[in-house]
T-cell receptor, first 108, second 114 residues
Framework: KNEVEQSPQNLTAQEGEFITINCSYS?????LHWLQQHPGGGIVSLFM???GKKKHGRLIATINIQEKHSSLHITASHPRDSAVYIC??????????FGAGTILRVKS | KAGVTQTPRYLIKTRGQQVTLSCSPI?????VSWYQQTPGQGLQFLFE???????NKGNFPGRFSGRQFSNSRSEMNVSTLELGDSALYLC?????FGGGNEQFFGPGTRLTVL
């Protein structure tokens, strides 16, 4: 079993829809990271959180430490949100352990 | 502030050769981590350097090595290249060693081994 599990693996949404991507982990962590990767490879850090909830524009990330679960929400989705979203956890140092990623496609 | 830079961006090598990749972190950042991304294995941690010392190492063979210089720039080296080493190699910098630091990724070096 992988230390970090993401669901769904693939997600197709219509523009304007509310999107949720889930992440579960099985190890103790110091922080959980949500990353975005566009075609071509570049990775952007969206959120780093160790408790509670964070919001940035149309993106919201939550984490439940007791349940070892995090969610990434995108409100009013847009085609430019199409990307791979990756959940990762850090436990020791800055070493990240990654989920397999969720491929999101938003259609107009 | 300039972002993380990696050179070269693309590289083609043949089996048995060796390769050196370079990463310049964001100014002021002292930690550099390296990752390998392949379609089959996804993203995997290679190693982390802080203050010129390797602090953390992933599960890769000894053919993969790295170092960090006093200006925090880092290089990774892969010797005796194998076809399976074809991958996107990413580095990420953060200001300090220790969990809970946001990491900033470079654009990656795409290595193709023929």
């Amino acid at each position: 079993k992988n230390e970090v599990e993401q669901s769904p693996q693939n997600l197709t949404a219509q523009e304007g829809e509310f999107i949720t991507i889930n992440c579960s982990y099985s190890v103790g962590i110091s922080a959980l990271h949500w990353l975005q990767q566009h075609p071509g490879g570049g990775i952007v850090s969206l959120f780093m959180l160790s408790s509670g909830k964070k919001k940035h524009g149309r993106l919201i990330a939550t984490i439940n430490i007791q349940e070892k679960h995090s969610s990434l929400h995108i409100t009013a989705s847009h085609p430019r949100d199409s990307a791979v979203y990756i959940c990762a956890v850090s436990a020791y140092g800055n070493k990240l352990v990654f989920g397999a990623g969720t491929i999101l496609r938003v259609k107009s | 502030k300039a972002g993380v830079t990696q050179t070269p961006r693309y590289l083609i090598k043949t089996r048995g050769q060796q390769v050196t990749l370079s990463c310049s972190p964001i100014s002021g950042h002292r930690s550099v981590s390296w990752y390998q991304q392949t379609p089959g294995q996804g993203l995997q941690f290679l190693f982390e350097y802080f203050s010129e010392t390797q602090r953390n190492k992933g599960n890769f063979p000894g053919r993969f090595s790295g170092r960090q210089f006093s200006n925090s720039r880092s290089e990774m080296n892969v010797s005796t290249l194998e076809l399976g080493d074809s991958a996107l190699y990413l580095c990420a910098s953060s200001w300090y060693f220790g969990g809970g630091n946001e990491q900033f990724f470079g654009p990656g070096t795409r290595l193709t081994v023929l």
